[in-house]
């Protein structure tokens, strides 16, 4: 691999080796997600729902008091269900508050076939808050209810539109994307989203805002308009985006690998000579084209990845040039 083609083999190497520990960084992080919720809301089949296996299959293990169930989803990722908080401030409750005040995220379950958040509900949430404000409002069997946006409106208005609140329903699987999409979010802020996304059953959509993101920012550092300044970004982030993409899917690939994937697609007859080319030729417009070649390129990059993956094909240079130059068309 000639160094005015792509970039050094250290150069290469260094940029793997960073995102690969950010990575592994990542996998070693604990997860609590602490849930709040009547029995009858629908926690366990939203758990269910979410994640690529069963929680319900791992099997509770009762906690020190009643009212906590402990889930370990496994190694590093524990699910703390608690049914009520009546007598959080009771001695016996100090569990309870110790998962509140430790947890990367709340799940506060709201029945919309029932008493949408009743006096009771609203102080428990309230108690909450004074410890973790890192809550999000699960509103669970909209498909037994009517008026769905009233019913969020209410609860927005009577919170204080301090917390976002996802209508799902745990039964038929609506909106379980936006509740994804949320916790993933929620998760991000700290770096811990990658372990959870790994484990989650939905794993096209996670895949699909990756990607789309990575395009955005790609897009980003081919505009701008310094000769060179986007060999390193952008080889950082498509990089980046393949290690996401096969930890996602739980299909390691070495560095090697991932060096012939990359010469072989965005470094190939469409990448930068190309790119180049492109801006040389239109005077005036070399930051629009930039950018949305970079964009196109490191989204096409993603698309066929996540294509293959999700067809188990072999993921070699030929076969992902074939692909990836159909999503590039595609996007064209």
């Known amino acids: 691999m000639k160094g005015n083609h792509f970039m050094s083999d250290d150069s290469f190497d260094k940029i793997f080796q960073?995102?690969?520990?950010?990575?592994?960084k990542q996998l070693k992080q604990e997860i609590l997600v602490a849930m709040i919720g009547d029995v009858n809301a629908g926690k366990s089949?939203?758990?269910?729902?979410?994640?690529?296996?069963?929680?319900?299959e791992v099997g509770a293990q009762p906690g020190e008091t009643k009212e906590v169930k402990k889930y370990y989803y496994r190694e590093n990722i524990l699910f703390v269900d608690t049914p009520g908080l009546d007598d959080i401030y009771q001695e016996h409750s100090q569990e309870t508050l110790k998962f509140y005040n430790e947890a990367d995220v709340i799940l506060f379950f709201l029945n919309a076939a029932g008493t949408v958040l009743s006096d009771a509900e609203l102080k428990s949430l309230n108690k909450i808050a004074t410890r973790n404000k890192k809550i999000i409002i699960v509103l669970n069997k909209i498909d037994a209810a009517d008026d769905i946006p009233s019913l969020v409106n209410y609860i927005l208005e009577h919170t204080g539109f301090a917390y976002p609140v996802i209508p799902i329903s745990s039964?038929?699987?609506?909106?379980m994307e936006h509740l994804q999409k949320e916790i993933l979010q929620q998760l991000?802020?700290?770096?811990?989203?990658?372990?959870?996304?790994?484990?989650m059953a939905d794993k096209s959509s996670i895949a699909k805002r990756w990607?789309?993101?990575?395009?955005?920012?790609?897009?980003?550092?081919?505009?701008?308009p310094i000769p060179g300044a986007d060999f390193v970004p952008l080889t950082t982030l498509q990089v980046g985006l393949m290690l996401k993409l096969s930890t996602l899917y739980g299909k390691p690939i070495t560095k090697d690998h991932a060096k012939e994937l990359i010469i072989a697609t965005v470094v190939g007859n469409i990448g930068k000579t190309a790119f180049r080319q492109i801006v040389k030729v239109?005077?005036?417009a070399g930051m629009v084209v930039a950018a949305s070649v970079a964009g196109s390129m490191t989204v096409a990059l993603g698309y066929a990845v996540k294509y293959m993956y999700e067809n188990d094909m072999e993921l070699n240079p030929a076969t992902l040039?074939?692909?990836?130059?159909?999503?590039l068309k595609k996007g064209s």
């Open 45 to 56: 089949s939203t758990l269910n729902r979410l994640m690529q296996k069963g929680v319900a």
């Open 321 to 327: 040039k074939k692909v990836y130059k159909t999503f």
């Open 211 to 224: 990607i789309l993101s990575a395009g955005a920012s790609a897009a980003a550092i081919g505009a701008v």
């Open 18 to 24: 960073q995102e690969t520990d950010e990575i592994n």
């Open 282 to 284: 239109v005077p005036g």
């Open 171 to 175: 039964k038929t699987g609506e909106h």
């Open 188 to 199: 991000k802020e700290t770096n811990k989203d990658l372990l959870l996304a790994a484990n």
